[in-house]
């Protein structure tokens, strides 16, 4: 029989923090194989046009674990791993178990809904033009307002579905979640006569 010492300290147990199939979008560990009550942090890349939709950690365990039948109380395979929020969408971070638990990630991502900017038919004494005509919310929409020969701008707004007229400021708004439209009014221009003596 055959007796083996060990010198020194034991390695520390270092898990794995694994990832379900994604699609639309990935996430990443850092670090990837932490040792145990270390804080991981999770980064979260949506592809574009899509969004983070939902985000899950769960206890796992190697099968072949010597440990495994040994762990009747306590954690359990498939209990949740708490997830602290850092950027909603896009950083999140947990502290890794103890011996001989692994972590699971499983992310689900959405489509961002697209949303129409239209300029109102009817309006006189001008032009409106908006780039872009689709656009995310959030996304900065650029509006033109181009009066006619001796007429100036009074008024420039959008309106969302439901909502109330919101000035543009500066031809640029931020988009909201509903599709809009935009109009404006033209005043005729007054102009200052000066006589000469």
């Given amino acids: ?3 083996v010492l060990f010198f020194g300290t034991m390695p520390s147990w270092a898990g ?12 990443t560990a850092d670090p990837s194989s932490p040792e145990a009550g270390a804080t991981v942090t999770l ?3 949506p592809e574009q046009g899509y969004e983070l939709d939902a985000i899950t950690a769960e206890l796992t365990i190697d099968p072949g674990s010597a440990q495994l039948p040994r762990r009747i109380e306590g954690p359990q395979v498939g209990m949740p791993v ?6 909603e969408g ?7 178990p103890e011996a001989p638990y692994n972590v699971k990630v499983t992310a689900t ?3 961002i809904p697209t949303y129409t900017v239209t300029v109102a038919q009817g309006i ?3 032009t409106v033009t908006a780039d872009p005509t689709t656009a ?3 996304d900065e929409v650029y509006v033109v307002a181009m009066p006619a020969e001796g007429y100036e701008v009074e008024t420039l707004t959008y309106t969302a579905e439901g909502g109330e007229p919101v000035a543009i400021e500066n031809g640029v708004f931020n988009m909201p979640a509903a599709n809009v439209t935009i109009n404006a009014t033209f005043t005729a221009a007054s102009y200052t006569i000066t006589v000469a003596e």
Avoid at 16 to 27: C, D, H, I
């Fill in 109 to 111: 991502f959405k489509e």
């Fill in 82 to 87: 708490e997830l602290t929020t850092v950027t």
């Fill in 136 to 138: 995310h919310y959030g």
């Fill in 43 to 45: 980064t979260v890349t």
């Fill in 124 to 126: 006189e004494n001008g």
């Fill in 90 to 96: 896009t950083t999140y971070t947990f502290v890794m």
């Fill in 1 to 3: 029989m055959s007796i």
């Fill in 16 to 27: 794995q923090v694994t990832f379900a199939p994604a699609e639309n979008g990935s996430v």
